[in-house]
Every structure is written in C-alpha cells, then in structure tokens.
C-alpha cells in the first residue's frame, strides 16, 4: 500500500504499532525520497518490504512477522530464533562443472545437523525456546557463489549467471524440504506444523522453513572463498580488521591464474590495487577479465536482479549489498529501492562507496604498512594454495 501510494504521489496513514491508532499524514513520496537521501549519504537505512515478507509467512495463523535480524535475511516472530548454515558453492565444482550428487549429500547433511542443533542448544530465556522448538526454523544459504561462477567461466552480471542463480537456488530448497520431510516422518513435524502453510502440501515437515541467504561476512573468510552471493568485491583491496590493523588482499583465484598464464608479477598487483579492477588493464586477457568482475564494475541493476533470482527459491530472505559507486545520485539510490521492491525482494540495502568515513573493505592506496592476507582455502579449509601466508 504504501509503495502504491509513492508511485501516486499520495499521502498515507501514520499509525501507532502498539494501538493502531492513525497519529497524521504524510506525503509517501516525501518520506520515500528521504530514505534513499540517508541511504546515498550512509548506507542506512536498508528497507525491508514487509507485506512481502508477510505474504510468505509460514505460519500465519501465529500472527503477522514484523521485523528481521539486523542484516534482513531473517525474518522472525517475536522471541524467535533460527539457526543458519551456509554451502560453499565453489566446493561444488569438480572438473569445471557443478557436481549436483556431491551438493545433495551436502544439503542433506546440513539440514540434519541444523535441525539437531535447536535440540542441542541452549536458550538464554524460555520464551525464545519455547517459539523456537515449536516452528524449529532452519535456514541453510550459501556462500562462494562469485567463485563458483568464476571457476564455472560465467561472468556474474550475464543472463547465464542468473539462470544459474534459480537453478542452484532452486536445487537446494527443493532438496532441504525433502530432506526435512523425511526426518519429520522419523522425528515428527514442528509442533505448529497444522497451523503452517506446509499442512496442506506435505504430510509432514520438520521445519517451518529450511533456506536462508546470510551474507556470511566472516564465515566466508574462514572457509577462503567469496561472501554469500555477492560478486568479489575486487581483484585486490584492503580489509581493516578490529585493532585497526590492514591487511592487503588479492583474490587467490585470479592469483592462481595469473601465475599459470605467465602474466603475474610485483607492477601488476600495484596497477590492480588502484582501483581494484582489471577490465582497463589490457595486458591481462579478455578471457580473464569478462570473469573478474567487481561489485563496483556491475551495475546496480545486475546486484538487484541476482538478489531476486536467489529470492525466488528462499523460504526466508536474502542478504545482500547493492554497491555503488562514489558518484552514484540519490536518484539511482530511489531506483535500486523501487527495482527491488517490483521484482520481489524482501528487502534491498545500498552502500555507495566511502560514504562513510570507516568502512571494512576499500580499494586503492593507503598510508600505512600493508602485510599479505593469509588465505583460507584447502580440503579441509585452512591452507594456502596462493602462497600468501607470512609463514612457511
């Protein structure tokens, strides 16, 4: 209603959310424009579309959702919690190609142990176990989306990118529910399972919902590989870290390939990390750069885009960044929102780049001492294939 009532330039309703009392009116376009305004100038606030949200509300009988978790992939009932694991998609590609028997093993596996961990937790008040153990909420995600494309040849922002988006999306959620249905037939359904949406096509569930996208900011640096289904940020940059300490960066697969092709060395690490971004750097080749593309190299519109893709086969929501570029307007941050909203995101957050003056990844020169990252990425996580590690 109120997303209609901006694009008619009308006013709509302020109301109390305690009593429902109307307090006053307000110009929607107005209020509208002022977030995108405060978005463009700080990232904040993200917007959350929650009739959306509500329109997929497994349980609807419990009462409306009326907010999520801080970074918006989970939206919840009051006092509830829900457990989140993510998939490393880059470990799913053998030979070039993706290996869908070894990510259902995987997606199996997770949900198992997903649902075993609201047994085995601990709950600080009795209230948030209570609700918990009744809807048992999982929501399994991935990460390393950008590294899989990479390793499949895809360029992030391209049609075929998106199909494999909903097709991988759509695996996993279809596989989780199966998955969920067979442990439900062992175990029994989530008690609130009559009362939920899944009554009426499955005989059992044990989960009130089974798949979240999580942005997977620091999970992702364990397990070595790209953040949730975001695009690389860049080629290389520089992550600050708590105690102010800088640590220099360069994608452990464009390393690895550059150094295969014989086109590795000292003056281009310096060239990349300028501006973090190889498409204008022509010795490199085209093959290499049409893969290596930054979250600043695409457009807004592609970030949108691959965030509903991923929405359309996620019980909860999705997490994701829109990065834009420093001299992007308040005008382009007003389409993102409105893209968003028509293509059916739950929820849509903006950073444009150094609108903030701390910010956890940055591009270019800085003035201090840079040390190499150690990278994370073997078998068993750990390792260092990219020879980065300040130790042997």
Same mark, same amino acid.
């Given at each position: 209603e109120f997303m209609e009532t901006v694009e008619n330039n009308g006013e709509y309703w302020l109301v109390n959310p305690r009593n429902r009392e109307k307090t006053a009116k307000l110009k929607a376009r107005e209020v509208w424009d002022l977030m995108a305004k405060c978005a463009w100038a700080s990232g904040d606030p993200g917007v959350v579309f929650i009739d959306e949200i509500n329109r997929h509300n497994p349980t609807p009988e419990l009462g409306r959702i009326e907010s999520t978790n801080p970074c918006?992939?989970?939206?919840? @009932?009051? +006092?509830?919690?829900?457990? @989140?694991?993510?998939?490393?998609?880059?470990?799913?590609?053998? =030979?070039? #190609?993706?290996?869908?028997? #070894?990510?259902?093993?995987? /997606?199996?596996?997770?949900?198992?142990?997903? *649902?075993? /961990?609201?047994?085995?937790?601990? +709950?600080?008040?009795?209230?948030?176990?209570?609700?918990?153990? !009744?809807?048992? #909420?999982?929501?399994?995600?991935?990460?390393?989306?950008? =590294?899989?494309?990479?390793? @499949?040849? /895809?360029? +992030?922002?391209?049609?075929? !990118? @998106?199909?494999?988006?909903?097709?991988?999306?759509?695996?996993? *959620?279809?596989?989780?529910?199966?998955?969920?249905?067979?442990? !439900?037939?062992?175990?029994?359904?989530?008690?609130?399972?009559?009362?939920?949406?899944? !009554?009426d096509k499955y005989k059992a569930m044990r989960n009130a919902t089974v798949t979240t996208v999580a942005p997977t900011g620091s999970i992702s640096i364990i397990a070595g590989c790209s953040s949730g289904i975001e695009p690389i940020f860049a080629v290389s940059f520089v992550r600050k870290v708590l105690g102010g300490t800088t640590l220099f960066e360069v994608n452990p697969l464009f390393e690895a390939i550059a150094k295969e092709r014989g086109f590795y060395d000292a003056a281009l690490l310096e060239e990349v990390a300028r501006t973090g971004s190889i498409q204008m750097i022509d010795r490199i080749p085209e093959d290499v750069r049409r893969i290596f593309v930054t979250a600043l190299d695409i457009s807004p519109e592609w970030h949108v885009r691959m965030q509903a893709a991923f929405q359309k086969y996620t019980d909860n929501a999705v997490s994701k960044t829109v990065n834009m570029p420093h001299e992007a307007t308040v005008e382009d941050v007003r389409r993102v929102f409105e893209l968003a909203w028509r293509l059916k995101c739950k929820g849509v957050t903006v950073f444009r780049y150094g609108s903030k003056p701390e910010q956890v990844l940055y591009i270019g020169e800085i003035g201090k001492a840079k040390r190499k990252f150690v990278s994370a990425e073997s078998e068993y996580a750990g390792g260092c294939p990219a020879k980065t590690c300040p130790f042997p």
């Open positions: 918006g992939e989970q939206p919840l @009932l009051p +006092y509830e919690s829900c457990n @989140l694991g993510s998939i490393n998609l880059s470990r799913m590609v053998v =030979d070039g #190609k993706i290996n869908w028997d #070894k990510l259902r093993e995987t /997606v199996h596996n997770a949900v198992h142990f997903l *649902d075993n /961990v609201i047994d085995a937790n601990r +709950y600080p008040l009795p209230e948030i176990e209570k609700v918990t153990r !009744a809807n048992r #909420k999982i929501g399994l995600g991935v990460m390393g989306f950008a =590294d899989m494309m990479i390793k @499949l040849r /895809v360029r +992030y922002d391209s049609e075929e !990118a @998106l199909t494999l988006a909903e097709q991988i999306m759509r695996f996993i *959620d279809e596989e989780a529910h199966k998955k969920s249905e067979e442990i !439900a037939e062992r175990r029994g359904s989530f008690p609130n399972f009559e009362k939920s949406i899944w !009554a």
